[in-house]
């Protein structure tokens, strides 16, 4: 059993940048691909980014070149660093982690958090 928290959430202006963390429980975390997904009100839950468990990191085409995902093994963490924030940004977004499978489907993924709401106002 994996219980994740996220953090870090919160107003910001467009332009800005905010740093996600989640924060994993159990020894194994470091076995487990974790990925970060959002979810604007009335909108399906949607792939945002991902690291797999030996670093290798996947991003959607809408946050390319503006968020970076990374993970502390040591600290059972997984970051995701927002940079150049838009109005269309503003969600609840979500860390998730998994064993295995297609790491950009919210399916594939066994554990959640329950959430942290980002802001962008214009």
């Known amino acids: 059993q994996v219980q994740l928290v996220e953090s870090g959430g919160g107003l910001v202006q467009a332009g800005g940048s905010l740093r996600l963390s989640c924060a994993a429980s159990?020894?194994?975390?470091?076995?487990?691909?974790m990925g970060w997904f959002r979810q604007a009100p009335g909108k399906e839950r949607e792939f945002v980014a991902a690291?797999?468990?030996?670093?290798?990191?996947y991003y959607a085409d809408s946050v390319k070149g503006r968020f970076i995902v990374s993970r502390a093994n040591a600290k059972n963490t997984v970051y995701l660093q927002l940079n150049s924030l838009k109005p269309d940004d503003t969600c609840v977004f979500y860390c998730?982690?998994?064993?295995?499978?297609?790491?950009?489907?919210?399916?594939?993924?066994?554990?959640w958090g329950q959430g942290t709401r980002v802001t962008v106002s214009s």
């Open positions: 690291i797999d468990w030996i670093g290798g990191t």
């Open positions: 998730a982690a998994t064993k295995g499978g297609d790491i950009r489907k919210p399916g594939t993924y066994d554990y």
């Open positions: 159990g020894r194994t975390f470091s076995t487990y691909n």
